[in-house]
């Protein structure tokens, strides 16, 4: 995707007039722990800071406590102690529907949260209650149906769709809000390498315009190959937080919590490498590196 | 065990066909994995296969469907569940919505079958440690997150015993230790020679378990074979299919001259330890 295509996904100019997106917040967890009221503790005291523009994937099993986590932004769920900014914004002094203007959450199954009639009105549902005008709606629905591949089929029921597709007329929808922070539970389960792809542009071109993406996934090629930043969890709490190179290494913690390393990664330890190669493109430099094949 | 003969398919009112002229063979007591872009018609099949279509949905269904020797295009849809059990892509919408627990909700097929109560206990408990849900079966199946729901729609099939399991994208919402323990599961089944059909997109795992791999695009079936020879296959790519990262980096090394033509190009792990290994390698 090109730089413009990223501008259009989210525009970091300001000019008088022109369609007000908020760009570029930190977010900051404190000590963050969180009980469901059956008593189970999810999140065991985490503290992260995220800088805008970042790409954070969270990793673990099911049941780590990353959903949990992430539902603290949005106000979905209230820390039970700790605290959550997103930008000056502590989170459980605002509404959800305040937090909604700053913190976009695409959920794992879109059902949950489709309901238009078609899918152009369901990516255009979010901005407009922005107050946006309808020119600056429409141009933002466009865009964003576009970013995810879906310009044909824009004017069909959802119900139309396939699951894959369902799950990027979702993250149109949080796409075309233009919040500060996007959150992806479990973007790419479900899409063909086509659709993986297209998240992935979606991803970065968010990330370059200065919006802070933070996925949870299961994809570790995925993970490797887009994010600049992998967050482990295991039984409500963070395990390693770092760059995936650094991160693909830590043996005892990826134990822990289940996660295997991507394929290449784990080929080039085993292999004896010394280099964390996390696409095919790093794996065959560090390959040529070692000698041509005689 | 399952023959499909220059099927195609149009659903009700729909002008283009979404199937045509497929044919597709597997094998009693196999695991087939069918792989494809979204949209080319994968869902389609699994109900095709799956005896849904056209019983329930309708449409315009052309050539031969036999499965387990019977032809279940002109039978009933009866007919279908006693032979194929079908595990759909959400499985938010395969639970029943009638029942209140999820040994309820595993033991319903069997209910509907007219099985002795205490045998229906007694195979709900089974399937249910196979796949390690025990600890679930007095919830809600509602009060379930997604990995988990989808682990009780694939108990409430498996507990049918029917010859042949077709699954559609069955591991999509679960963690990498609950899809390999899934695929054991399924290996554990084809040793007890039930057949099982999987649409999946997680190639290393189809690699490490399939018997077979068939391609769906372009409306059809294009390639059929074994996983090590489909995965490496150079015409994937256009028909919008992924592989393991393992050949994209051989195809890229032999690309750059690193590796010879005639080396063959690696789809698991062990293979491409095999191919990279420099000091093995080297002669």
């Known amino acids: ?294 | 065990m399952i023959s499909l003969t220059d099927v195609s398919y149009a659903y009700p009112d729909a002008e283009a066909l979404t199937l045509e002229h497929v044919d597709l063979e597997v094998e009693r007591g196999s695991i087939a994995g069918i792989v494809g872009a979204s949209g080319a018609g994968k869902t389609t099949l699994a109900k095709i296969i799956a005896g849904f279509i056209p019983h329930a949905d309708g449409g315009e269904l052309s050539g031969t469907v036999r499965v387990d020797g019977r032809d279940l295009s002109t039978g009933s849809l009866v007919d279908a569940v006693s032979v194929v059990g079908l595990v759909i892509q959400n499985p938010f919408n395969q639970i029943s919505g009638a029942k209140y627990t999820v040994r309820e909700e595993i033991a319903f097929g069997l209910e509907n079958f007219g099985t002795p109560r205490d045998e229906m206990q007694r195979r709900v408990d089974e399937v249910a440690a196979l796949l390690r849900i025990e600890h679930l079966l007095d919830r809600s199946p509602y009060a379930l997150s997604g990995g988990q729901q989808q682990l009780v729609a694939i108990a409430s099939m498996i507990v049918l015993r029917t010859p042949v399991i077709v699954m559609d994208e069955p591991t999509a919402q679960l963690d990498p230790a609950g899809t390999r323990m899934v695929f054991d599961v399924l290996s554990a089944l084809r040793e007890t020679g039930i057949t099982i059909v999987i649409f999946e997109h997680k190639l290393e795992l189809l690699q490490q378990h399939a018997d077979r791999l068939h391609v769906v695009a372009d409306r059809s079936i294009v390639l059929s074979g074994a996983p090590d020879d489909v995965l490496a296959d150079d015409r994937l790519a256009q028909w919008a299919v992924g592989t393991t990262r393992y050949v994209t980096a051989g195809r890229l090394a032999r690309e750059r001259g690193l590796l010879p033509p005639e080396v063959p190009l690696p789809v698991s792990f062990e293979q491409a330890e095999r191919v990279f290994d420099r000091e093995r390698s080297v002669r």
């Open chain 1, 1 to 294: 995707m090109s730089r413009a295509d990223a501008e259009g996904v989210a525009p970091v100019a300001n000019t008088a007039g022109a369609d007000p997106v908020i760009v570029g917040m930190e977010v900051l967890i404190e000590d963050v722990r969180f009980s469901y009221p059956s008593g189970v503790e999810a999140v065991k005291g985490v503290s992260l800071s995220i800088r805008p523009g970042e790409r954070v994937a969270i990793v673990g099993q099911n049941g780590a406590g990353k959903t949990t986590l992430v539902r603290q932004l949005n106000g979905i769920f209230r820390p039970t102690s700790g605290r959550v900014q997103v930008g000056d914004w502590i989170t459980s002094e605002h509404t959800i529907a305040e937090l909604a203007t700053r913190v976009g959450y695409v959920f794992q199954n879109p059902d949950e949260q489709l309901f238009a009639r078609t899918v152009r009105a369901d990516v255009e549902f979010g901005p407009r209650n922005l107050g946006l005008d309808s020119a600056q709606v429409a141009r933002r629905a466009e865009t964003a149906i576009e970013a995810v591949g879906l310009s044909g089929v824009a004017d069909l029921h959802p119900h139309h769709l396939s699951l894959s597709e369902r799950k990027r007329v979702a993250l149109a929808g949080v796409v075309a809000m233009g919040t500060p922070v996007v959150v992806l539970d479990e973007p790419t389960t479900g899409q063909d390498a086509a659709g993986v792809d297209m998240i992935a542009q979606v991803v970065a071109a968010l990330t370059d315009a200065g919006r802070t993406v933070i996925a949870i996934t299961h994809d570790m090629e995925f993970c490797a190959e887009h994010f600049d930043r992998v967050i482990v969890m295991a039984g409500g709490q963070v395990l390693v937080d770092g760059h995936p190179r650094d991160v693909f290494v830590r043996d005892a913690e990826l134990d822990a919590a289940a996660v295997e390393p991507p394929q290449l990664t784990r080929l080039a330890r085993a292999l004896g490498w010394d280099d964390q190669p996390l696409s095919a493109e790093e794996f065959v430099g560090a390959f040529a590196r070692r000698g041509a094949h005689s």
